[in-house]
Structure formats: C-alpha cells, structure tokens
C-alpha cells in the first residue's frame, strides 16, 4: 500500500490485473482486496476483523458499482451468496464476492 501513499497516484494510469485503470480505482481495487482476503483470514482463524462500517460500506458501494459494469458471466470472482441485509457490511462485501457467510460453513 505504501506505492500508493505517491501525490501523483491518483491521477495516473496504472496497470491491474483487471486491467489499466485510474490510479484512484486502483487503490479502491486494493482496498477492497485487502478487507475481503482480511475477512477471509479472520474467518479461518476464528477472529473478528474491526473495521470501520463507514469504510467497508463505501468500498461495498464502489465494487457493487464495479460489478455491474462487468458483463454476466465476465467477473473475476465467485457469484454473489446469499447473505442477509442486515448483516454486517464486511459481511456483504465477502458474499458480494462469492464467499459463504454461513458460520456453519
């Protein structure tokens, strides 16, 4: 995350695996790579991730937004699980993305 603390990042072109885009989605992209992967290790370690409501439901937003450019059947990830509303955004954004939320799975 450190390469993206640079003054000129947002204004650039960068290369992603999804391909190039503004500098600014590409620190969104990575956000929202590390809440998931960070939900992700929690989860199979048992522990609760703390991270600010207010910052997941803005990167939930972002990859809802994200997602709905990406043609059917196109996304680089798992379709959406089930997942209720009034669970918790982190919650969302990991069902958003194919994870199970289930606690028995």
Known sequence: MFAFAQP???TRLLQVP???VPGVVAVRLRTVEELVH???LARATGRR????DDVVERELA???DALADIPTGRAPF???RP???HAPPLDRLAAL???SVDPTR
Do not use: Q, S
């Open 78 to 80: 798992a379709p959406p």
């Open 18 to 20: 999804a391909g190039v």
């Open 38 to 40: 960070g939900w992700d």
């Open 83 to 85: 997942c209720p509303e």
């Open 62 to 64: 972002f990859t809802r």
């Open 49 to 52: 991730l703390r991270i600010p």
């Open 8 to 10: 000129t990042v947002p």
């Open 97 to 99: 993305l194919g994870r």
